[in-house]
């Protein structure tokens, strides 16, 4: 019975557990080396950042999920590291070259599977390449589609100079798309010239998957902590739709000086994301 009470209570509390660090943070240091640091620091949530196409081979991906169990840490999704070549590759109208991405993505989506993981994160089409939107949703189904055959979701991040920048656009993507999902990104958001609390209302029950930083009026990214972006406030609002995502701290590598400044942030994190009523 002991054994068994235990188990609950350890499972309550990784679902408890709603914030991570991306292994973005700290490229371009390997992401299994990253992993290994995080799960010895105690972070029960991440997102991997895949880096190469060596990284999307079963041996690979099967140490990566074993480092993971191992620590009792989650890889909630997958960041393509192809996502600067979406539009050439997916939101052409050269159908070959689209249905060698589909081939690609597919190995994303099986990838993703193989760790446990739920989304896939798609930047999709640069403005300066910008499609008729119509034209870019009938793709992101398609993709959307290959994506569930392997159990996950393609989740589609508000992206600075991308399509997905617009309120406009993913309030259309909301409607014509049923099961469409999001990526809510607070960085790209403050870059577009859009409040991500805006971004929060047009999104709404479509979160899944959150990348976290802060920010002052002269830098737009920064750990938490080292900003006045109200944490709290955003946390208590996306949740105001029912959903759960998890909060990822997604910062570039010269946002913070060593792993102890990224691992203090996300403690900062931690404390407004955590679902202590569960504990």
């Not at 989506?109 to 119509?134: A, I």
Request: proline share 3%.
């Amino acid at each position: 019975m002991c054994q068994m009470s235990s188990k609950t209570d350890a499972d309550n509390q990784a679902k408890a557990v709603r914030s991570g660090i991306s292994t973005g943070c700290l490229y371009p240091q390997y992401p299994e080396i990253t992993l290994r640091q995080l799960g010895e620091a105690g972070v029960k949530k991440t997102e991997f950042f895949s880096n190469s196409f060596s990284e999307l081979e079963g041996q690979y991906l099967r140490e990566l999920s074993r480092i993971a169990k191992g620590y009792g840490t989650e890889i909630v999704a997958l960041h393509p590291f192809t996502s600067r070549f979406e539009s050439f590759m997916l939101f052409t109208s050269y159908q070959r070259r689209f249905e060698d991405g589909l081939d690609l993505y597919r190995r994303y989506f099986e990838s993703c599977g193989v760790l446990g993981g739920q989304y896939v994160v798609l930047h999709g089409c640069e403005t300066r390449f910008m499609v008729e939107d119509n034209f870019y949703l009938e793709r992101f189904a398609l993709l959307h589609e290959e994506a569930k055959k392997f159990g996950v979701r393609l989740a589609q991040e508000n992206m600075f100079a991308y399509q997905s920048m617009t309120l406009e656009f993913l309030r259309k993507m909301k409607a014509q798309i049923p099961d469409a999902c999001f990526v809510l990104d607070v960085k790209q958001a403050r870059r577009s010239g859009i409040d991500p609390m805006k971004m929060v209302e047009v999104m709404g029950d479509r979160i899944v998957h959150v990348h976290i930083s802060d920010n002052t009026a002269e830098k737009d990214c920064l750990p938490p902590g080292k900003g006045d972006f109200p944490l709290e406030k955003f946390v208590e609002k996306v949740r105001d739709f029912h959903v759960d995502p998890v909060f990822i701290l997604e910062l570039y590598r010269s946002n913070f000086e060593d792993l102890s400044e990224l691992l203090n942030s996300y403690w900062i994190l931690a404390q407004y994301c955590e679902k202590k009523e569960n504990l």
